[in-house]
């Protein structure tokens, strides 16, 4: 299996160019599904430990269905297929534009929830035109053991999340493990409130968001994923969730563009376009790197193969 790694603002991008499952000729969402109910363990295999590292979230191109599109994506993580990634899109642009794929300028990109746009301004930074995101639900009160009641709003971004706006732990590199272990507990809480999005849609990224550590930063960010590794880039579709949020309550301008900061302190330049009185079409810019061409070799008798797993 053919892979070329990357990293977007300090989060690690696997793109499978060759050599993944044949997913059939369905609609993205319908290959996604194929992918996510029929080979777990082969999508595991490519990211989780050993073969792949924490964090990391692994792309399968594959045709799209749109002639515009450039590239079909399909984007998981070690714990579940995903329907967009902002930073794997970023890393994705970078990566076919080492592969001489594309060139500087707007492309369209389609994935299992909609098309979006990149434009290459250099051969590592990206633009992406996300998908219309929008708020769900504003102050949904929650009581999380040991800290007590948390409140946040229910986004929707590419993916669903529940958004922070006063973390109740300091937001700081030092703190990573505490902030780990607390959106867990909100994630859990959400469950067991059976809260989710829209027809059911599972709300498994967690934001908490404190005052901003550099100059010109709007705030900062701890993104926790589906497999409770945390964002090391200000999450794309985390962030056009959180416009969405700033949108609603009028915090933030269409046009009007903040600087966003990740746990590790990397950042995303953000802007939104309102489309309708409920939604927006976020940007969001940041820098990918290309790190690795390789030869993915799965051994068959390794009985790690499929990845480590301590549940």
Known sequence: MQVIDSHTEGEPTRVIVSGGPDLGSGSLAERAKVLATEHKDFYRSVVAEPYGQEAMVGVMLVEPVDPTCVAGVIYFDAAAVIGMCGHGTIGVAATLAHMGKIGMGTHKIETPVGVVEVTLSDTNTVTVKNVASHRLHKDVSLEIEGIGTVSGDVAYGGNWFFIVDKSPVPV????????????????????AKQLTGTDGGIIDHIVLYGPALNKNGHSRNFVLCPDNAYDRSPCGTGSSARLACLAADKRLAPGEEIIQESTIGSSYRLSYQQVTNDSIIPNITGQAFVTKEATLMMNPNDPLKNGISLS
């Not at 703190?175 to 959400?190: C, G, H, Q, W, Y």
Request: glycine share 0%.
């Open 172 to 191: 700081v590199p030092s703190n990573i493990r505490n902030l780990t272990d607390v959106s867990i507990k909100i994630r859990e809480a959400i469950e």
